[in-house]
């Protein structure tokens, strides 16, 4: 029965008190949250614990979502301020440097099993720990534009911010990855990644707008629709 609900009537049963109404919320939206917060966030631990507190706010909060948004739109940006909190706490408590290569080496897409042959392995390391290097903004702002396709009018929705923002932010990251991406560009000693995005492949030159500014900060607040 549940199959047939959409997002809002199934958030509307949970607030009224049906117990499973959310599992089946969960269930349809946890494997693109979890591809948001892992390409986010490059740790798989960290991406676990904060889809975990991400959820747990949602559940908190549902009585607060008055529809303004899609609730898929309404997930991704509690999720996506849970990893930019994840990410501002590590790097406040971070005294060395940490072993990215050895860690992103356990990295896998989340649709595929732990025991899944690693034929873009190589190449998908090399994408999340170049983008481990982009400050928690930037890195979010490409995640969900580039690498999960999201319109930029729709980023700024999740992030909560101007459009103009995530541009600028987009901006800003393709600029810093771009040297470091070169060599996996077409006659740059390697192929072009394919995240399936719908945008654009990762790693395309934009210059920063002139008068952007990427000050602006990501507003929190997990249960605001």
Not at 141 to 155: C, K, N
């Amino acid at each position: 029965m549940r199959d047939g609900l959409s997002d809002a009537d199934l958030l509307a049963r949970h607030v009224a008190g049906d117990p499973d109404a959310f599992g089946e919320i969960v269930r349809r939206h946890r494997d693109r949250l979890w591809a948001v917060a892992l390409r986010t966030l490059g740790d798989r631990e960290e991406a676990a614990d904060a889809v975990q507190d991400a959820l747990v706010s949602a559940y908190r909060a549902a009585h607060t979502f008055r529809g303004q948004s899609a609730v898929t739109t309404w997930l991704h940006r509690i999720t996506v301020n849970a990893c930019l909190d994840r990410a501002r706490k590590a790097a406040s408590r971070r005294t060395a440097p940490l072993a990215e290569t050895e860690r992103l080496e356990q990295l896998i897409e989340p649709h595929e099993s732990a025991a899944a042959p690693a034929e873009r392995g190589d190449l998908h390391r090399e994408l999340l720990q170049a983008l481990s290097t982009l400050p928690p903004d930037q890195r979010a702002a490409l995640v969900l534009v580039d690498m999960q396709g999201y319109p930029v009018a729709e980023a700024a929705e999740v992030l909560d911010v101007p459009v103009g923002t995530v541009k600028s932010r987009c901006a800003r990251g393709r600029a810093r990855l771009l040297p470091i991406l070169t060599h996996l560009r077409p006659g740059g000693g390697g192929s072009p990644p394919s995240d399936g995005g719908r945008n654009r492949t990762q790693g395309a030159s934009v210059p920063p707008p002139a008068g952007q500014s990427d000050a602006d900060p990501v507003k929190g607040g997990g249960g605001r629709a």
